[in-house]
C-alpha cells in the first residue's frame, strides 16, 4: 500500500480575500457545505499495541484472480507497519526500521482515536485527514470549511501547491480530450493560464467554452455539471469504496463491461458509480464536433465509449483533487 498516511492539506490562497468578494455568497451557484461536512474518500483497518506504540494499517483487497472472477478481502495482503505515539496534541509517526519521524496535528483523545492532519492544515480551508474510529478503521476524509470552492481549487492549481499534484494530472488528462486526437499536446502553463473560476461551483477552460459544475456534495456523492457553450450534462457520482464488497464487485462489473478495457482490473479506474444521460453527452460531443472542430467524429461504435470516458474524466477532474492518494 502506497503512502498510507500521506494526507492531503492544501494551503489557503494568498489572495483569499480578493477572491471571496468576487466570487462570495452573492453568487447564485455557489456550493453549501455544512458545518458537519466531510466526503468520505477511503478506508482501511488498522490495529494499535500502546505497548510497543505500533501501528499497522491493512489496506482492503478489490483484484481480479487468475481465472478472472473478483476477489475481495476487507483485510488483503498488503499492510504498513509503523511506530506511532502521542504528546499531547502532537501524533508522531514513522516506517519500522526509518529514524526519521513525521508530525502531525492529533484531536483526539484516546490514541490514535481522532482525527490527525499536518499542522500546516489547521487553518485551512481545504484539507484531508486520517479519521481513525474506535471499531478499527481509518477514513480518510476531505472537507471544506471555504465560502468559494472553485476559486480555493484554482488557486491551489495555480500555487502548484504539491499536494494536488495529482488533481494536476486528472486535469491535464481531462483538458486534453478536447484537442483532436491527432494532434493532442499537454502545455500546464497553458492549461493554467487557460483555466477560470467565474462562479464558486464551476471551472472553465478553452476561453470559457467548456465548463465542469460542482453541485450536491454529501458524504460519498455529487454532482458534476459538464458543460460546452450552452449544452450542459448532469453527471451524478457515488464513491465506491474497497472496504465494501459490493462496491469491489461493482466496480469489476464496469471493468468487464468497459468495451476497452485495460489488460488487468484496477480498482481505481472505476471507483466512482456514474450516473448520467448518454444521449446528452453524445449531442454535447456532437456540438463540440460541429462548431468547433475540435473532436474527431468517431464511428457509430465508439460513441459510448468516448460518452463514458468523457463523463468519468469530468468527475476525476475534481475528485482526485479531493484525494489524498
Not at 455557489?30 to 466531510?38: A, C, G, L, T, W
Not at 501501528?55 to 506511532?84: F, M, Q, R
Not at 464551476?202 to 459544475?213: A, E, F, P, R
Request: glycine share 4%.
Amino acid at each position: 500500500m502506497k503512502n498510507t498516511l500521506k494526507l492531503l492539506s492544501i494551503s489557503a490562497f494568498a489572495a483569499g480575500m480578493m477572491t471571496l468578494s468576487a466570487c462570495g455568497d452573492d453568487s447564485p451557484t455557489h456550493i453549501e457545505f455544512d458545518e458537519s461536512f466531510e466526503m468520505v474518500l477511503s478506508k482501511a483497518s488498522y490495529s494499535y499495541r500502546s505497548k510497543d506504540s505500533l501501528l499497522v494499517i491493512t489496506a482492503p483487497e478489490c483484484k481480479a484472480s487468475t481465472l478472472g472472477y473478483v476477489v475481495w478481502n476487507k483485510k488483503g495482503e498488503e499492510h504498513d507497519s509503523l511506530k506511532a505515539y502521542r504528546n499531547g496534541e502532537i501524533a508522531s509517526i514513522r516506517k519500522i526500521h526509518e529514524n526519521n519521524w513525521t508530525k502531525f496535528e492529533y484531536n483526539g483523545k484516546s490514541f490514535p482515536t481522532g482525527v490527525w492532519y499536518e499542522p500546516k492544515a489547521a487553518d485551512q480551508n481545504i484539507m484531508n485527514a486520517k479519521r481513525f474510529l474506535k471499531n478499527g478503521t481509518v477514513e480518510s476524509v476531505f472537507r471544506y470549511e471555504g465560502k468559494c470552492f472553485a476559486s480555493s481549487l484554482l488557486h491551489q492549481l495555480m500555487n502548484k501547491n504539491s499536494a494536488i499534484e495529482q488533481a494536476d494530472s486528472a486535469l491535464a488528462k481531462f483538458y486534453v480530450m478536447f484537442q483532436p486526437e491527432n494532434d493532442r499536446h499537454f502545455d500546464a502553463k497553458e492549461m493554467m493560464d487557460d483555466l477560470r473560476a467565474p462562479k464558486c461551483n464551476k471551472l472553465t477552460m478553452y476561453n470559457g467554452d467548456v465548463s465542469i459544475g460542482m453541485n450536491n456534495f454529501t458524504k460519498n456523492s455529487g454532482t458534476i455539471t459538464l458543460g460546452y457553450g450552452k449544452k450542459t450534462c448532469n453527471i451524478k457520482f457515488k464513491l465506491r469504496n474497497t472496504y465494501e464488497k459490493k462496491d469491489c464487485e461493482a466496480a469489476f462489473g464496469d471493468y468487464q463491461d468497459d468495451k476497452t478495457p485495460d489488460p488487468t482490473f484496477v480498482f481505481d479506474k472505476y471507483s466512482e458509480e456514474v450516473d448520467y444521460d448518454i444521449y446528452c453527452i453524445k449531442r454535447l460531443v456532437l456540438n463540440m464536433q460541429e462548431e468547433k472542430k475540435i473532436l474527431p467524429r468517431k464511428q457509430a461504435a465508439d460513441d459510448d465509449a468516448a460518452a463514458d470516458q468523457l463523463a468519468r474524466s469530468a468527475v476525476r477532474a475534481v475528485l482526485n483533487g479531493m484525494k489524498a492518494e
